[in-house]
């Protein structure tokens, strides 16, 4: 029983002890002290052969890398139109496009194919969403427009509408799809 409590003891001093030595290490004791700041978060420092270093911090403690490296991969990133500058360097991302819109006006998304909100003929003004059927019952209109999780359903009164549902029960009501139906 007291070998028990004797190891459990010195295994707790040695983790303490170790825990302390680790958060009293200074972060940049990887960096040498003659290295210069070019930048937030990379140095650079030439050694004793004359060749010089960039160290970076990284989320995981600084890495060290040759100059003409550095600058050699800088300038390859530059010239495929990368080299956005993140906190951690530079970025190594390529930018992202929207697809354009397929033959029959949808574009694939990961839930499906949906209508393109670019295609001239159902859209409205802004950034408001397509609607592309409205059903007058009874006091109400129920409008109905696609999403990427299904069909979007809602019901407003005749006098609540906003500009973008009055525009949508007008041309419902012009292209004749105005149909008086029982509510659901």
């Known amino acids: 029983m007291t070998i028990r409590i004797l190891v459990i003891f010195v295994l707790t001093f040695a983790c303490s002890a170790a825990e302390n030595s680790r958060n009293s290490a200074d972060p940049k004791s990887a960096v040498p002290k003659e290295a210069t700041l070019v930048s937030p978060g990379v140095y650079r420092h030439v050694d004793s052969a004359g060749k010089a270093w960039i160290y970076r911090q990284t989320p995981f403690g600084f890495s060290k890398s040759a100059e003409e490296d550095a600058t050699r991969n800088r300038d390859v990133r530059a010239?495929?139109?990368?080299?956005?500058?993140?906190?951690?360097?530079?970025?190594?991302?390529?930018?992202?496009t929207t697809p354009p819109p397929s033959e029959n006006g949808k574009r694939a998304t990961p839930f499906g194919d949906v209508p393109s909100t670019n295609s001239g003929a159902e859209k409205t003004s802004g950034s408001a969403p397509v609607i592309t059927n409205a059903v007058e019952v009874g006091d109400s209109i129920r409008f109905e427009r696609p999403s990427a999780f299904g069909t979007y359903k809602w019901t407003r009164k005749k006098t609540e509408l906003t500009?973008?549902?009055?525009?949508?029960?007008?041309?419902?009501?012009?292209s004749g799809g105005s149909s008086t139906g029982q509510s659901k």
């Not at 010239?79 to 992202?96: D, L, N």
């Not at 500009?163 to 012009?174: G, I, L, P, V």
């Open 163 to 174: 500009e973008d549902e009055k525009r949508a029960w007008e041309a419902s009501r012009k």
């Open 79 to 96: 010239s495929e139109g990368h080299g956005r500058i993140t906190p951690f360097g530079e970025s190594t991302a390529t930018p992202q």
